[in-house]
T-cell receptor
Framework: GDSVTQMEGPVTLSEEAFLTINCTYT??????LFWYVQYPGEGLQLLLK?????DKGSNKGFEATYRKETTSFHLEKGSVQVSDSAVYFC????????????FGAGTRLAVHP | KAGVTQTPRYLIKTRGQQVTLSCSPI?????VSWYQQTPGQGLQFLFE???????NKGNFPGRFSGRQFSNSRSEMNVSTLELGDSALYLC?????????????FGNGTRLTVT
């Protein structure tokens, strides 16, 4: 079945460091791909998405590119801030899956001043 | 605009009992999905309702059921509770106006089964 694998955390970085969180997926057809973020004490919120191969999603300085050939959707940010500390979830929506999301395990990011 | 509201925030139940959780979507949203979040299994899709019809279902036993009302509010019911049902239950709504319209999540109901 469809699945998402993302790197285990926690990831600990200093402010202004470069961030990469790896995400790979297994799916039939052409799923849509998402990154969701859960800040402390808040609900899950959509960070960015990409709906077809080679699409790049971006938001708040974060980027991820839908790579069909490597079945990957790695999250990157050039310079992290303390306020980026959160849990990040990679997810896919199967083709024709309406609003069904399959999530990865989540990666906790801690950014220190 | 009010966000997705889930009630109650916390519940404590005993094995064998049943429980009903409630979700009020963002005004105008017709799609409501439910997810279970546990430390061991992560976030897992339960089911989705759209215009009072179940449109999609995850791999959970029949003890987990749901429904959606004409005002798009949704309820989720778990019967014959087991210890393993202890989890954070999240509800998400979507306008569904376009493919992959974003899901808006509530803060969840934390269920503890003793």
């Amino acid at each position: 079945g469809d699945s998402v694998t993302q790197m285990e955390g926690p990831v600990t970085l200093s402010e202004e460091a470069f961030l990469t969180i790896n995400c790979t997926y297994t799916a039939t057809g052409y799923p849509s791909l998402f990154w969701y973020v859960q800040y402390p004490g808040e609900g899950l919120q959509l960070l960015l998405k990409a709906t077809k191969a080679d699409d790049k999603g971006s938001n708040k300085g974060f980027e991820a590119t839908y790579r069909k050939e490597t079945t990957s959707f790695h999250l990157e940010k050039g310079s992290v801030q303390v306020s980026d500390s959160a849990v990040y979830f990679c997810a896919l929506s199967p083709a024709g899956g309406y609003n069904k999301l399959i999530f990865g395990a989540g990666t906790r990011l801690a950014v220190h001043p | 605009k009010a966000g997705v509201t889930q009630t109650p925030r916390y519940l404590i139940k005993t094995r064998g009992q049943q429980v009903t959780l409630s979700c009020s979507p963002i005004s105008g949203h017709r799609s409501v999905s439910w997810y279970q979040q546990t430390p061991g299994q992560g976030l897992q899709f339960l089911f989705e309702y759209f215009s009072e019809t179940q449109r999609n279902k995850g791999n959970f036993p029949g003890r987990f059921s749901g429904r959606q009302f004409s005002n798009s509010r949704s309820e989720m019911n778990v019967s014959t509770l087991e210890l393993g049902d202890s989890a954070l239950y999240l509800c998400a709504s979507s306008s569904d106006r376009a493919k992959n319209s974003p899901l808006h999540f509530g803060n969840g109901t934390r269920l503890t089964v003793t």
